[in-house]
């Protein structure tokens, strides 16, 4: 079924607020960053403001990092007053995380212990509300639920060094996997017809959540979301923010008009440029995209700058506004915990933060309305970001503790592997016995104490983890002999020993069938599948070495102040 994406659907959804009714659910856009969570707030609390100049210059400090931590991504967020701390947690929205039947598995700690953090961040056109229906517009759309037409994940890296951003066009069409209402009960049925932003409409964002996971392969860990009123009243709140158009730009859609140059906006300016479409490049949803990477940008540098965050009466704005902005999930839903992600993401430098659009090419099915992910370079962007690989290009080469070669064929015996069946997807079943396959097969190769174990899991790629440094070259021995690469072999203190989870980019043969390294050792393939790669691999088109963004995501680096959006010729003044 096909999604009304034309020109009527963009004059419904972009023009400046006629009226509008009140639709069923709430939603909204956002941004993010990582962290972990803290307690909810319901514990220790900071005493009450009002302990002299120490305690209102710690005040001003956690409330800049907060904002930082709710704006990351399409919009500035967060602020704190200890002295109103539960009636802020109270303005927060929150729901489930997950409304699929299935999710992946949480990313695996490094070395350190450390997780990376992937936050999804959705802006939605909801109409709820006087303010919204007054800044959204367009009358026939008061009744319909609404979509998430901003839709961008943020990946923290475990070590806290860097961060991407990956946006996805509104228009893409997706599988969206069978999801449940939490509220109503109404069971929404996978569909492949629909494009990516329909799928808040199936239950909420937690509908998005699984429909991404599916998509990239990459396991989200929290959502955030925010509407129009949320982007104008932060946008007042933090003084507005830089942005810059390379000619007299004018969209009679969205109502942005601005001449050629630099220029601070906010308020309804700021939803305006947030909202265009076909006043940037081409007049699609890509320019819009680009146009929101230079609008967060901007905005982190000056947050992380500490400006337009020194007046009590700004903060006190701004986290009114950010709060009751946010619908974020269940294990994010307090302004502790909020806090705590501001104050990992604090730690990431601008310069280390890499803006990029999902690379994407014309839908073979609706050319002219919808986009596909591009294949290859889709897949390794998103391969990236899975295996915690700065989109920069410049991760340091991390020198692996514990021995580099592997073990010789004699000591196979001796080495524990145990392994799993991770094949199961958000849409995808589990492929049967594939962890009993594979270790009968190490079991014939030598490795008499492999075993399998029947927990379930679920995850993209297949990895082999070990406890300690001593243990890397028997697990690289493991890893030969399987063929798979060097980058599958992590060092993890979460596992007990040398542990296998074939992913679900190897649901079937004998050879792992993403990688370049012979398997000498593993028998042809006369086990319960063939050795045909899996044709849902997700993680083929990146080899080992080959660490940085492809050129057709367009990447924006944090530090780029010469960023300037290209206007379209054809919304020119």
Not at 41 to 65: F, M, N, Q, Y
Not at 114 to 120: D, E, G, K, S, Y
Not at 514 to 541: L, T, Y
Request: glycine share 10%; with cysteine.
């Amino acid at each position: 079924m096909r999604q009304s994406t034309g020109e009527e659907r963009d004059a419904a959804q972009d023009e400046i607020p006629v009226e509008a009714g009140d639709p069923a659910q709430a939603g909204i856009p956002a941004q993010a960053g990582g962290g972990s969570g803290g307690d909810d707030g319901s514990g220790d609390r900071p005493a009450e403001a009002g302990g002299g100049a120490a305690t209102r210059k710690r005040t001003l400090r956690i409330v800049r990092w907060t904002a930082l931590g709710v704006a990351l991504a399409v919009v500035a967020a967060g602020g704190v007053g200890w002295f109103y701390y539960e009636h802020l947690n109270d303005n927060i929205r929150k729901g489930a995380l997950n409304l699929g039947d299935k999710q992946l598995d949480r990313a695996v700690a490094n070395a350190e212990g450390q997780r990376p953090l992937n936050i999804l961040l959705l802006g939605s056109d909801s109409r709820i509300g006087k303010e919204n229906q007054d800044l959204g517009g367009a009358r026939d759309d008061a009744d319909r639920p609404p979509l998430a037409d901003v839709e961008m994940l943020v990946h923290v890296s475990a070590d806290r060094s860097n961060m991407s951003v990956i946006s996805v066009p509104r228009d893409t069409r997706v599988t969206i996997p069978k999801c449940t209402d939490p509220d109503s009960g109404k069971v929404y049925k996978e569909t492949t017809s629909q494009i990516i932003n329909t799928s808040l409409a199936n239950g909420g964002p937690g509908c998005t959540v699984a429909t991404w996971e599916e998509l990239t392969g990459i396991p989200v860990d929290h959502f955030m979301m925010i509407d129009f009123s949320g982007v104008v009243n932060m946008a007042d709140a933090v003084g507005g923010v830089p942005v810059c158009v390379d000619a007299n730009v004018y969209d009679d859609k969205s109502g942005l008009r601005l001449p050629k140059g630099t220029h601070t906006i906010k308020g309804q300016q700021a939803l305006q440029w947030l909202r265009t479409r076909h006043g940037f490049e081409d007049g699609s949803d890509i320019g819009r995209t680009h146009a929101q990477h230079l609008y967060m940008n901007s905005m982190v540098r000056q947050l992380k700058a500490g400006t337009k965050l020194s007046d009590p009466a700004q903060l006190t704005g701004l986290a009114e506004a950010a709060t009751k902005a946010l619908t974020v999930d269940k294990d994010l839903g307090s302004v502790k915990k909020l806090y705590d992600l501001a104050d990992d993401i604090k730690r990431v430098p601008s310069g280390r933060i890499t803006m990029t659009t999902m690379p994407w090419i014309a839908d073979p099915q609706d050319p002219d309305a919808h986009v596909i992910p591009k294949p290859g370079d889709a897949d390794k962007l998103f391969s990236l970001v899975r295996n915690d690989i700065a989109l920069d290009g410049k991760d340091k080469k991390k020198a692996e503790d514990g021995a580099t070669g592997t073990a010789p064929a004699s000591a196979r015996t001796n080495i524990p592997v145990t392994v799993f069946n991770g094949t199961g997807t958000v849409v995808l079943p589990p492929a049967t016995g594939r962890g009993a396959d594979i270790a009968a097969l190490l079991v014939k190769q030598g490795f008499a104490k492999a075993v399998s174990d029947s927990t379930p899991r679920a995850q993209a790629d297949t990895t082999i983890t070990y406890p300690r440094a001593a243990q890397r070259g028997d697990a690289l021995t493991v890893a030969k002999a399987l063929g798979l690469p060097e980058t599958a072999v992590r060092l993890s203190p979460e596992v007990q020993q040398i542990t296998l989870v074939v992913g679900g980019d190897w649901r079937e043969g004998t050879v792992y069938p993403n990688s370049d390294v012979p398997a000498p050792d593993a028998p042809d393939a006369s086990s319960s599948a063939s050795a045909s790669p899996s044709p849902d691999a997700k993680n083929g088109a990146r080899k080992p070495g080959d660490n940085k963004a492809p050129e057709s995501s367009d990447p924006l680096n944090g530090d780029d102040k010469s960023a300037c959006m290209k206007v379209n010729s054809l919304n020119r003044w």
